[in-house]
């Protein structure tokens, strides 16, 4: 598993900087968001749910089920949507209301 931030995409807001726990990303001269060694990702996503320009994926591998897959997500007001890419070029998308995901 591990991330990959799209420096043509990357707003250079910081906020996938702020929110890892691991301090894994950094920004470069640019204000652009990169991480320089994605092997010690720990995999929380918190990066993605962040992003608000949908600039990092998620690379689900097979070990997971996701058989080279990537995950990303956009936000809609309350709806954080969890969006894979499937290799065959399919897509599913997850729509999570975030106000009532800690309900259970």
């Known amino acids: 598993m591990s991330i990959r931030i799209d420096r043509d995409k990357c707003i250079g807001c ?3 900087g702020i929110v890892c ?3 894994l990303i950094h920004t470069d001269a640019d204000g652009k968001a ?3 060694y ?3 990702c ?3 996503t918190s990066c993605l749910k962040e992003c608000p320009a949908a600039a990092i994926r998620f690379y689900l591998g097979a070990d997971i089920g996701g058989r080279g897959s990537a995950l990303h997500t956009e936000k ?7 969006i894979i890419e499937h ?3 399919s897509v599913t998308v997850i729509p ?3 106000k009532e995901s800690n309900q259970y």
């Open 14 to 16: 910081g906020r996938c």
């Open 21 to 23: 726990p691991g301090t």
């Open 34 to 36: 990169y991480m320089k």
């Open 38 to 40: 994605p092997k010690d």
């Open 42 to 44: 720990w995999g929380c």
């Open 76 to 82: 809609q007001g309350d709806i954080l949507r969890w």
């Open 87 to 89: 290799p065959d070029g």
């Open 96 to 98: 999570v209301n975030q």
